[in-house]
Each structure stands twice: as structure tokens, then as C-alpha cells.
């Protein structure tokens, strides 16, 4: 029986993501896609994975650069997302977004969730993508809110009940009763 691709990407969309912007450095200057595909592989020592299809210029400039850094994108932050998930970016993708430079010269966004910022410490070639494996160098735990989720080919955000409101305590999204006004 031949392979049902459709469904196949159907199946996968199935499973909710959050979204990241992946940093790094194309020819000294900064540059970026949105992806979807960022996990984390282990605590000790620290390491991140990313999966990168084979073609795009993000695949090349992190194996020229040698680091990437994975800024994870809040809600409201979709535009973000959907700029740098095309291939036609504007000349100057970053002039309206608040970046600094990393250890690595990976741009990283001022205002986001977090970031993790990594050295290349190995990559593997699978079927049609790159998976480039980053040794965790630096981080920053930033503003919180709740995060741009991806699900079934669109994005998402976390909803509410509408008895309950969302927020953050101690570092953690949690939902609240309106009516009680606790959690
Ligand atoms: C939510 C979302 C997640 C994505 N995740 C990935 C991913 O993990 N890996 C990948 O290769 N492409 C992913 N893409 C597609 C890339 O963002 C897209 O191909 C982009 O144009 C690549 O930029 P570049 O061509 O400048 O390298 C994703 C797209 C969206 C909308």
C-alpha cells in the first residue's frame, strides 16, 4: 500500500507544540526561521535538538555559524512566527524586533518566554531534514505569558474555561477560578 503523506501530516499535526524563532548567524549578519521541531534531549549536560529540512538557508547558515539559539515565542507573538516562516522576509527582518547579541552572535529576542543559546556539538542527516544537536551555553528566563502554541496546520493559544482566567504565579501559567479568585 502506498504511503498516505497526507494523512501522515495529518497524524502529526495532532500533536500540540509550542513555537520558537531558531537564531543564528548567515554571513555575519543575523537571521532566522520559525520552527516547531525544538526539543530538549537531555539535563546533564544540557542539550537542545532542532530539526532543520534540507534546502533551507537556515540549514546552512547554522552549520557555517556553529550555533543557534532557540527563542521561545509568546501568543502574541505570531507575527513573529509567520514573518520568519517565509521564505520572502523583508530586506531587514529584525529592524522592529528588540534583539542583543548572544556568545555566538546569534541574535536574541528581548521579549519573549525564554531562549536557550548553543554551540553545534552534532548534527545527523534524516531522510529530508538536519538534526543539529546544541550544547546549551546560555539562557535567560524573561517575561512571562502564556505561549503561541502550533496544532493541526494552525496556531493556537491556551483557552480558558470561561469560569477560569488565565495567568502566571510563581513562573508557572496557571488557570483561576473568576468567581473564587483563587487556583
Ligand atoms: C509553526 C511552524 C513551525 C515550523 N517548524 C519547522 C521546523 O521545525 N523545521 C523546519 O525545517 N521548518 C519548519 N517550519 C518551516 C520554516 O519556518 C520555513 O520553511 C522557513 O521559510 C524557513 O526559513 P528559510 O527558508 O529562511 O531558512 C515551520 C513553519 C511553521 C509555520
Redo the contacts with the bound molecule.
Keep these: 500500500m502506498a504511503f498516505d503523506s497526507m494523512l501522515y501530516r495529518k497524524v502529526l499535526g495532532q500533536f500540540a507544540?509550542g513555537?520558537t524563532l531558531?537564531t543564528t548567524l548567515r554571513d555575519g549578519k543575523p537571521?532566522a526561521?520559525?520552527?516547531?521541531?525544538?526539543t530538549s534531549i537531555s539535563l546533564s549536560p544540557p542539550i537542545v535538538m532542532?530539526?532543520?529540512?534540507h534546502g533551507?538557508?537556515?540549514?546552512e547558515?547554522i552549520r557555517q555559524s556553529g550555533g543557534f539559539a532557540v527563542n521561545i515565542l509568546r501568543a502574541d507573538q505570531m507575527w513573529i512566527?509567520?514573518r520568519?516562516?517565509?521564505?520572502d522576509?523583508p530586506a531587514d527582518p529584525f529592524s522592529d524586533i528588540e534583539t542583543h547579541t548572544g556568545l555566538t552572535g546569534a541574535p536574541l529576542l528581548r521579549d519573549c518566554l525564554g531562549w536557550v543559546e548553543c554551540r553545534l556539538v552534532d548534527q545527523t542527516e534524516q531522510g529530508d531534514?538536519t538534526v543539529f544537536f546544541g550544547g546549551v551555553e546560555d539562557m535567560s528566563l524573561q517575561n512571562q505569558s502564556d505561549p503561541l502554541l502550533?496544532y493541526s496546520s494552525g496556531?493556537a493559544r491556551i483557552e480558558p474555561t470561561p469560569q477560569q482566567k488565565v495567568g502566571v504565579a510563581e513562573g508557572k501559567l496557571i488557570f483561576f477560578d473568576w468567581e473564587a479568585g483563587n487556583y
Design positions: 507544540t513555537v531558531v537571521w526561521m520559525t520552527a516547531n521541531s525544538f532542532v530539526s532543520v529540512s533551507l538557508t537556515t540549514n547558515a512566527a509567520k520568519f516562516a517565509s521564505r522576509k531534514h502550533y496556531y
